[in-house]
């Protein structure tokens, strides 16, 4: 079976700081992992996902993500955050034998000051 | 825009009361999924479709069914809400690509339900 882990489950960051969210997970074979944002009052978005290749992926709004297949981890990062960055993060993992199934870690609910 | 679209965004019922919430997409997507999500918590996978291929979580409760008549439209019946079931109701797509798993889910806004 399939698990993720994500750490912090509420972050509180100034405007500017830098943004490095854990993401850990639990999956003897090849995965493909995601992390989706979800804006106040908002659906869950795609910020970005890795399949194969670069094990840094770059998404949009400038978040990138670092697969690290030795630590089984895949942390969000984000040099700069903004107070419209405020939103609360999950991280996902689909494992290449586990069909279409995501499985959803806990989230991290980011609150940034301005 | 093609997009996946949730009617209502927000649901009354009361308890006991069989209520179906609808999710339809423009994606074309052979893949349809129904997650609940409570307050603070992750989406929890209910069940999904694969085509006509209906897949039941094991931890589903009987309480929720679902039906897709085509490849556009899927609903989420609930026979009897209990005060537990009040959350937010999330429908996803996906079309898996070649080497099966290797597939994005795209959200709709979801459906916000509240049992009196």
């Known amino acids: 079976a399939q698990s993720v882990s994500q750490h912090n489950h509420h972050v509180i960051l100034s405007e500017a700081a830098s943004l490095e969210l854990g993401c850990n997970y639990s999956?003897?074979?090849?995965?493909?992992l995601f992390w989706y944002v979800q804006y106040p009052g908002q659906h869950l978005q795609l910020l970005l996902k890795?399949?194969?290749?670069?094990?840094l992926v770059k998404g949009i709004k400038g978040f990138e993500a670092e697969f690290i297949k030795s630590k089984f981890s895949f942390n969000l990062r984000k040099p700069s955050v903004q107070w419209s960055d405020t939103a609360e993060y999950f991280c996902a993992v689909n494992g290449n034998n586990a069909g279409n199934m995501l499985t959803f870690g806990g989230g991290t609910r980011l609150m940034v000051k301005p | 825009d093609a997009m996946v679209i949730q009617n209502p965004r927000y649901q009354v019922t009361q308890f006991g009361k069989p209520v179906t919430l609808s999710c339809s997409q423009t994606?074309?997507?052979?893949?349809m999924y129904w997650y609940q999500q409570k307050s603070s918590q992750a989406p929890k996978l209910l069940f999904h479709y694969y085509d006509k291929d209906f897949n039941n979580e094991a931890d589903t409760p009987d309480n929720f069914q679902s039906r897709r008549p085509n490849t556009s439209f899927c609903f989420l019946d609930i026979r009897s809400p209990g005060l537990g079931d009040a959350a937010m109701y999330l429908c996803?797509?996906?079309?898996?690509?070649?080497?099966?798993?290797?597939?994005?889910?795209?959200f709709g806004p979801g459906t916000r339900l509240l049992v009196l």
């Open positions: 996803a797509t996906s079309s898996p690509g070649t080497s099966g798993a290797r597939e994005t889910q795209y």
């Open positions: 999956y003897g074979g090849t995965v493909n």
């Open positions: 890795y399949f194969s290749g670069d094990p």
């Open positions: 994606l074309n997507h052979n893949v």
